[in-house]
């Protein structure tokens, strides 16, 4: 048997890095051919607006168009935002930051026929802003800063703002804005677009068997000149990893979207050599590990310091990542984002130490001075293998090496959140925090205590008040000067949360698959209008 | 008869209400709701108000016994609900599966009846010999080993010696196709998980077919069979297989029932899209509605099952009359 050639790994990974051989020169993209694809969650409805899975995403989103996205040939930038239903480049803000005006392109139609206009797209963000009472709409907290959305015309749309805030633009390109007709919500209401289709996006819907495929094909015409490549695709619902592993390896599927252990791309890299391609990527979600503020001794920021100090989040980098889809070593921040610590301001908090003897000391200081020196609590885990176990089991492994005794509750998804939201009845939990666009004014709401995702049970106005200042910056510098500020209170001065390890994203495909890349999110670039095959590969 | 049948559909009735009762509640117990798997189980913002929202829509907020009531009521007018995860109408989300379970259950069953007659007999009526041990080695494998397990086996042996063989590793499709559609392409999905599941399945029917055969052998009838002079095949056809069915048919009929609903693991292992799957999804995503009409669907195939068998049991051995 073959084994695992690391070399030619690194030469696939490298060669996704350099852009060979994933997108390739626009010349050399070829028409034709269906790409299938596995898809490991389930449709709830059709409706983007709604939902928050990547269940729903990865097989409806090439039916939609945006308003702006995420440039779908460069994912990796946190920055860089291209138009989709706009025309020209997104637009800077005018009026002191407060006004958006985007062109929006003529001769786009949806998938029946009707044209597309500002009243679309208008009546779509008013439904995303400012829903009516009893229509659900899972993003409008991100969008607290929009005070009016207008179309003076049928090219032109108005966001209005009531402040400025650098977190309108990547809310706005959130792949789950689908662009609805006016004509839609008029006449069937704001619940039609759960069970149907109508969209504007490179794949016109085909048909849909409910735990088994989604099934679209190319829609000729599509705004983006030349686009889609492909004739059509299918996504294949496959909720077994092992099963999606199979069907790339036995060519019923020629990618999975979301990502696969490091093992899994072993195994496929040796199974298959350069007939597979692996694209690799930071991913924007972390476990937390929370502690129960209402609970003793964890409403006591020693115990909860202690906590943090005695994980080795460097060293669990270097080895965690060989087995699990985690690896970066991050804060409240996506590594590497511009608002991002860097490695010398994360070293200065509490818990990224270079000095592990240095840190658990204090942490046995702390506990003792906290009067909990033979601490005993139990960490509440959700029962998924990848990574919330095997983080789990790192955790619990690294607070018994700083002398306490912990023991793991692992429990199915539904009562891991009852026990989360209800009963609270947890010392430490394993918590998640997972976004699409990187949008990190928005993203670290997750360690505000009124945040309606934070399960750790505590105010801290100090907190809210740096966290509301941030909200009406407008400039980097001071953004950054301010989540660092809340970055040091949140992990360290309170350590409210511990930021454990972000996700690594792995996703190894057949080599025939080109123009997609890998972005830092599976929620991201989905729409697959730049996706072509590779007959010569096939 | 007629007047059995009827009084077992009337015994039916209750049977029904108290599973009914007993399902409705133990789901409740469980913590956790739809609504919070759905818009807080993804990691992504989650707004309480959005999920309160969603338990008003879903009359999770009602009153149990209202809760209650609603399930129950929807017999009486054939509404069985929604889908608390899809929306879509229950009956929908069911008899799209329900197709395929039954045709997976019909296959398996085939191989199974292929596998245990024939080398029930075999075992039978060459007690102790080479061949008896061989097919009692066989069977007792087929039990010990559990069908997900070799449905996994299967798939990576077809991967592996595929690709060894011609230079491309092959797999079942894994997304259904109607075999009226295209039957070469739907044989080739379902005829592994039919093989799996057929063989513990007919490692059961086996052994029940040789025990029960062996002891008819022995009786009287046989015996007077025997001394006639009639051929030994025609004795074992005509005169002892029939008799000796009769376990073997509940065994059958009972298994099939529990292959239309309880193929859980072997359909996720095949990625078959049928009801053991849903069954599965419906209970991680916490959909009440639909995990009720599952569990009752599968009561009901288990009544009728056993109204089936015992009505077969009457053709099968006219001394037995029901009244």
Not at chain 2, 1 to 6: A, E, H, L, T
Request: glycine share 8%; charged share 20%; aromatic share 12%.
């Amino acid at each position: 048997m073959k084994r695992f050639s690391p070399k030619l790994a690194a030469v696939a990974v490298l060669s996704c890095a350099f852009g060979l051989g994933v997108g390739g020169p626009a010349a050399a993209q070829e028409r034709g051919g269906v790409l299938n694809f596995v898809v490991g969650s389930k449709i709830p409805s059709y409706d983007g607006h709604r939902e928050t899975t990547f269940g729903m995403i990865h097989p409806i989103a090439p039916f939609y168009s945006l308003l702006i996205r995420v440039n779908p040939d460069n994912p990796q930038s946190a920055t860089d935002f291209v138009c989709d239903l706009c025309e020209g480049s997104v637009p800077k803000p005018t009026e002191g930051g407060t006004k958006y005006t985007f062109k929006i392109r003529s001769g786009v139609k949806f998938h029946d026929g009707a044209p597309l206009s500002s009243a679309d797209i208008k009546a779509t963000y008013d439904k995303i802003i400012f829903p009516p009472e009893g229509v659900p709409s899972a993003r409008k907290a991100f969008f607290k800063m929009v005070e009016s959305v207008e179309a003076p015309d049928s090219t032109t749309v108005v966001f209005k703002l009531k402040f400025p805030s650098g977190a309108f633009i990547p809310a706005l390109a959130t792949p789950f804005n689908f662009v609805y007709s006016k004509k839609d919500l008029d006449a069937h209401g704001y619940e039609w677009h759960g069970k149907n289709i109508n969209g504007s996006g490179p794949f016109v819907f085909v048909q849909h068997q409910p735990g088994s495929f989604v099934e679209g094909k190319r829609n000729g015409n599509y705004h983006h000149s030349g686009q889609p490549y492909l004739d059509g695709f299918k996504a294949i619902s496959a909720p077994k990893m092992a099963i999606r592993l199979n069907a790339i390896r036995g060519d019923r599927a020629a990618i999975e979207f979301r990502g696969f252990p490091p093992k899994a791309r072993d195994d496929l890299v040796n199974a298959l050599g350069d007939k597979i391609t692996v694209q690799e990527s930071d991913w924007n979600c972390v476990l937390l590990s929370t502690p129960n503020q209402m609970r003793e001794p964890f409403d006591d920021p020693r115990v909860r310091q202690a906590l943090t100090l005695s994980v080795d989040r460097w060293a669990g980098s270097k080895y965690l990542s060989e087995i699990a889809i985690v690896k970066t070593v991050g804060g409240v921040v996506f590594p590497n984002h511009p608002l991002a610590a860097n490695k010398d301001e994360l070293t200065q908090l509490a818990g990224y130490w270079t000095d592990l003897n240095k840190s658990r000391a204090r942490a046995t200081q702390l506990l003792k001075q906290a009067g909990h020196s033979d601490l005993k609590f139990e960490l509440n885990n959700r029962g998924v293998d990848q990574p919330y176990k095997v983080v789990g089991t790192w955790l619990i492994d690294q607070w018994r090496q700083a002398g306490l005794n912990v023991t793991q509750r692992v429990q199915p998804t539904p009562p891991f959140y009852a026990t989360l939201r209800k009963k609270k009845d947890f010392d430490v939990s394993v918590d998640f925090n997972c976004q699409s666009v990187i949008n990190p004014i928005a993203d670290i709401s997750k360690f505000l205590g009124s945040a309606g995702n934070n399960y750790g049970n505590y105010q801290d106005q100090v907190l809210e008040d740096i966290y509301n200042e941030l909200l009406q910056t407008g400039d980097e510098a001071g953004q950054r000067t301010l989540i660092r500020k809340y970055e040091k209170r949140a992990l360290d001065e309170m350590a409210h949360l511990g930021v454990t390890l972000w996700w690594y994203k792995i996703n190894p495909h057949r080599s025939y698959v080109k123009g997609w890349k890998i972005a830092p999110s599976h929620y991201l670039n989905q729409q697959l209008d730049n996706v072509w095959l590779d007959k010569s590969l096939m | 008869m007629y007047k059995y049948i009827i009084k077992r559909v009337l015994l039916a009735i209750p049977t029904l209400f108290g599973a009914a009762l007993l399902v409705f509640f133990l789901l409740r117990a469980i913590p956790g709701d739809v609504c919070e798997i759905r818009l807080a189980g993804t990691g992504l913002y989650a707004d309480p108000a959005e999920i309160e929202l969603c338990r008003d829509k879903l009359g999770l907020n009602d009153p149990m016994i209202v809760q209650f009531w609603d399930f129950v009521s929807g017999y009486f007018t054939w509404d069985l609900g929604d889908s608390m995860w899809t929306g879509k109408p229950i009956t929908f989300e069911i008899g799209l599966r329900f197709k395929l379970s039954l045709q997976i259950a019909i296959m398996a069953t085939l191989v199974a009846i292929a596998i245990a007659i024939p080398l029930g007999i075999i075992s039978a009526v060459k007690q102790d010999t080479w061949m008896d041990y061989a097919v009692r080695a066989f069977s007792i494998a087929g039990i010990a080993i559990p069908s997900f397990w070799l449905g996994i086996i299967i798939i990576l042996g077809l991967l592996i010696v595929t690709q060894h063989w011609f230079g491309a590793p092959w797999m079942p499709p894994i997304d259904y196709v109607s075999p009226f559609e295209d039957p070469l392409r739907n044989m080739s999905q379902l005829i592994w998980p039919a093989v799996a599941t057929g063989y513990r399945y007919s490692a059961v029917a086996t052994r029940m077919t040789r025990s029960a055969l062996l002891e008819v052998l022995r009786e009287d009838y046989v015996r007077t069979a025997r001394s006639k002079g009639l051929m030994e095949r025609v004795i074992i056809n005509r005169h002892a297989l029939k008799n000796a069915l009769l376990p073997v048919v509940t065994i059958i009929a009972i298994e099939f029932a529990f292959l239309i609903g309880g193929l859980v693991v072997t359909e996720q292992v095949f990625n078959l899209n049928g009801l053991g799957k849903l069954f599965v999804e419906s209970v991680g995503a916490q959909d009440f509605n639909l995990t009720q009409q599952l569990v009752m669907l599968v009561v009901l195939i288990f009544v009728i099952t056993n109204l089936v068998v015992d009505i077969l049991y009457a053709w099968l051995d006219p001394r037995i009359r029901y009244s």
